[in-house]
Nanobody
Framework: QVQLVESGGGWVQPGGSLRLSCAAS????????MGWYRQAPGNQRESVAV???????NYADSVKGRFTISRDDEKNMVYLQMNSLKPEDTAVYYC???????????WGRGTQVTVSS
């Protein structure tokens, strides 16, 4: 079955950087709209960054200029480079793949990102 597996989370001090990775199996990331979402305790899951099949991207206002989503088609992976991290970025980060025409929507299990001093 389709799997999305996130990695790269952890603890970092404010101002630090992390790079999240999402490894996809049994799906081709370049054919999907791939995104990173996050959910902090007590909050709803929110979209952080999206990369479309044509490589255009979209970001939440709260992360613009700090986060960058990218895709490696040869490795079938998606990344989220996070710079200038803030405590409010603390959350579980999820990888998502959507194909509207096929009606498919896949989620990874998430990776914890904690930003604190």
């Amino acid at each position: 079955q389709v799997q999305l597996v996130e990695s790269g989370g952890g603890w970092v001090q404010p101002g630090g950087s992390l790079r999240l990775s999402c490894a996809a199996s049994r799906m081709i990331v370049s054919s999907y709209t791939m995104g990173w979402y996050r959910q902090a305790p007590g909050n709803q899951r929110e979209s952080v960054a999206v990369i479309y099949s044509g490589r255009s991207t979209n970001y939440a206002d709260s992360v613009k200029g700090r986060f960058t989503i990218s895709r490696d088609d040869e490795k079938n992976m998606v990344y989220l480079q996070m710079n200038s991290l803030k405590p409010e970025d603390t959350a579980v980060y999820y990888c998502n793949g959507q194909h509207n025409i096929l009606g498919r929507n896949y989620w990874g299990r998430g990776t914890q990102v904690t930003v604190s001093s």
